[in-house]
């Protein structure tokens, strides 16, 4: 697989990030046919415009099924409102980009890229997470017409592409969200 683009990349790691659903959904355990088959089409038909991603506007309406918790660590006390993509580095001032987290969550992630911030603490998102994120870096990049530049050649950007993780690691390492879905 060879990623050259910043859409390639980002298209790639949500192709992926739906297989993934896809089994966790399905309660799989291991990939298969099926699964790998989402992720090839997903892929291409993204990259030739044939498919699109899904609307922030799912991610919004999830956010009122999901339990009021850090969407970092699971804690329902001292919560606030967190920008996901912090507007210090970019991120915009929408509901899209509001997330709970707590006050020690916080704290610690300030304005650090939630990616680079939860791998040094040798953590991957929880999928819905990662998704949300994914959807807000594409519609940036789309709005800054930066999709079909190199990846050598992006400029500074709001969210942290060298973090966009290109291999998930296994299913049983993955969930959907950071407290159970009801
Ligand atoms: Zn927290």
Excluded at 8 to 20: G, I, Q, V
Excluded at 23 to 39: D, H, N, P
């Amino acid at each position: 697989m060879k990623i050259t683009t910043i859409a390639e990349l980002l298209h790639w790691s949500y192709a992926n990030l739906a297989m993934a659903h896809a089994a966790l959904a399905a309660k799989i355990e291991q990939y298969g046919r099926t699964q790998y088959m989402i992720r090839s089409r997903l892929y291409a038909g993204l990259n030739k415009n044939t498919m699109s991603i899904g609307p922030l506007a799912d991610d919004e309406r999830l956010k009122m099924f999901l339990p009021q918790a850090c969407c970092y660590c699971g804690s329902r006390e001292y919560l606030s409102v967190d920008h996901l993509i912090p507007t210090k580095r970019g991120g915009a001032n929408t509901g899209d980009n509001l997330v709970w987290a707590c006050r020690s969550c916080n704290s610690s992630k300030c304005a650090r890229d939630v990616l680079e911030w939860l791998a040094e603490r040798n953590q991957f998102p929880p999928l819905l997470l990662l998704r949300r994120y994914l959807k807000l870096a594409i519609e940036m990049c789309r709005e800054r017409n930066l999709m079909d530049i190199q990846i050598t050649e992006a400029p500074e950007l709001p969210f942290a592409l060298a973090a966009i993780p290109t291999a998930y690691p296994l299913l049983s390492q993955l969930r959907l969200w950071v407290v159970e879905v009801p």
